[in-house]
């Protein structure tokens, strides 16, 4: 039996002007109906986040960030901290997307950094890990999530695991069409719970969501969430309309 309440999040990454984000915001706000049993998020560029905020007053869905700085102010041009996202209503922040890996030059201890501003700010992490398809072809994958979660959770304990979430996304399968098959997601997702269960003990492992990302659709939600240690989805392009969003959050048990 799962104590875990699934999470459905949409990470929006660099799309969207003001007015398309509400738009899409209004729609979920009104389209989307299961908030009993399931947890909703959406990921807005920090441009929209505070006009979604406003448009989703008064709904369950929750607000992220992309991504953070880890000084809380100062000189840091460009750069955006914990404490105002959480003026601007984010409950999350999504740290680690390969994106930022691969693009903007992000490390396992930068990573770590933007978490621990993060749950110094009484925001929620989405700490993103995920082997390149080099990496899997060598017979790394489960090395690299090691240490990526090594890296990522240092300096973390026990008392920040209700404000964590993990989310495993092979690089391969983002934005690719290639979805992992749910057997090798159930696998990554057991490794690193298994992971977890070392670092903290069995009861936090058990408590802690797993979210899988890389390529999630309408078409394959149904079994990727029937996997055992599955909690969610991270999900990029097929968050991007109203309709396939929806349908996704409505995932069938
Ligand atoms: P896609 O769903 O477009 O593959 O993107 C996944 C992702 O990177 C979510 O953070």
Redesign the pocket.
């Known amino acids: 039996m799962s104590v875990r309440m699934p999470l459905m999040a949409g990470?929006w990454k660099m799309h969207f002007t003001v007015a398309e984000a509400v738009a899409l915001a209004e729609e979920l706000k009104t389209g989307i109906s299961r908030f009993d049993d399931r947890e909703v998020v959406v990921a807005p560029p920090f441009t929209a986040i505070a006009a979604v905020a406003s448009a989703l007053a008064g709904s369950p869905i929750r607000l992220s960030a992309q991504n953070c700085y880890w000084e809380n102010q100062g000189a840091f041009t460009g750069e955006v901290s914990p404490p105002m996202l959480r003026d601007l209503g984010c409950h999350y922040g999504i740290v680690g997307?390969s994106e930022r890996r691969q693009f903007f030059g992000e490390t396992n201890e930068s990573v770590n950094r933007r978490a621990r501003a993060l749950l110094a700010n009484n925001l929620a992490v989405i700490l993103c890990i995920g082997e390149t398809l080099e990496e899997r072809e060598a017979g790394k994958t489960l090395d690299v999530l090691a240490e990526q979660l090594k890296g990522g959770l240092e300096g973390l304990g026990e008392e920040h695991a209700d404000q964590l979430v993990l989310a495993y996304?092979p690089v391969w399968?983002?934005?690719t069409g290639h979805t992992a098959t749910p057997e090798q997601a159930q696998e990554a997702h057991a490794f690193l719970r298994g992971n977890l269960a070392e670092r903290f003990n069995n009861t936090v492992a058990n408590s802690i969501r797993i979210l899988y990302?890389?390529?999630?659709k309408p078409e394959n939600v149904d079994e990727l969430m029937a996997q055992p240690d599955i909690d969610g989805a991270?999900?990029?392009?097929?968050s991007l309309k109203g309709a396939s969003f929806i349908r996704i959050v409505d995932f069938e048990e």
Request: aromatic share 0%; charged share 5%; hydrophobic share 40%.
């Open positions: 990470n997307h996304e399968a983002i934005g990302g890389g390529s999630v991270l999900v990029g392009g097929a």
